[in-house]
């Protein structure tokens, strides 16, 4: 069965720094998505992508986020001059979106630790 | 703004007894609904989803009825197994005709621990 991946699984960066998260949905997908999840809370929406741009967003997605998707199969998470509490599970999911109602299908995360 | 809230874990259970985990939620029309699990070490996979009232999803021995008169969409199996020890989430997105996007809204998770 097809499946998103995310790379890396882990990825720890300075504060300050700026650390690229990558996934690439499934194949013929046509929605993109990112979450996280801080430890011990609830899994938060970040953005949503279709058709090459930014389709929803929350207000967390603020101006030290951006997303890319700079080819056919890779969807990049940005994240600028990373904070302490930027440390968290960061998913990303895609859906087919031909037919209504189609689920959201996930990675397996990636795991950033900011020190 | 939509909301999900679940009963608080974590769940402990012996092998072969009954499952209910308890979801409810604050929406706008009739948003789909989802169940998704996490297990150790792995990200969320859906398990069951529901898109329109009464009705029923099932995957793997779970069930999960749409109840739009009590806004529920408790996650119900009748013999769990210790394969079953993860994080179960319910989620949903909001209803279509609404034009609230496609995202999905998550309850904070519950851990089931289920021991032979």
């Known amino acids: 069965e097809p499946e998103v991946t995310q790379t890396p699984s882990h990825q720890v960066t300075q504060m300050g720094q700026e650390v690229i998260l990558r996934c690439v949905p499934i194949s013929n997908h046509l929605y993109f998505y990112w979450y996280r999840q801080i430890l011990g809370q609830k899994v938060e929406f970040l953005v949503s992508?279709?058709?090459?741009?930014?389709?929803?967003k929350s207000e967390i997605f603020d101006d030290q986020f951006s997303v890319e998707r700079p080819d056919g199969s890779n969807f990049t998470l940005k994240i600028r001059s990373t904070k302490l509490e930027d440390s968290a599970m960061y998913f990303c999911?895609?859906?087919?979106?031909?037919?209504?109602?189609?689920?959201?299908?996930f990675g397996d995360g990636t795991r950033l630790s900011i020190l | 703004g939509d909301s999900v809230t679940q009963m608080e874990g974590p769940v402990t259970l012996s092998e072969e007894a009954f499952l209910t985990i308890n979801c409810t939620y604050t929406?706008?029309?009739?948003?789909?609904l989802f169940w998704y699990v996490q297990y150790p070490g792995e990200g969320l996979q859906l398990l069951l989803k529901a898109t329109k009232a009464d009705d029923k999803g099932s995957n793997k021995g779970f069930e999960a009825t749409y109840r739009k008169e009590t806004t529920s969409f408790h996650l119900e199996k009748g013999s769990v197994q210790v394969s079953d020890s993860a994080v179960y989430f319910c989620a949903l997105t909001p209803d279509i005709l609404t034009g609230g996007g496609n995202k999905l809204t998550f309850g904070t998770g519950t851990q089931l621990k289920v021991e032979l």
């Open positions: 992508f279709y058709n090459n741009e930014i389709s929803e």
């Open positions: 929406a706008t029309g009739y948003p789909s």
């Open positions: 999911a895609s859906r087919d979106g031909t037919v209504s109602n189609q689920p959201q299908h």
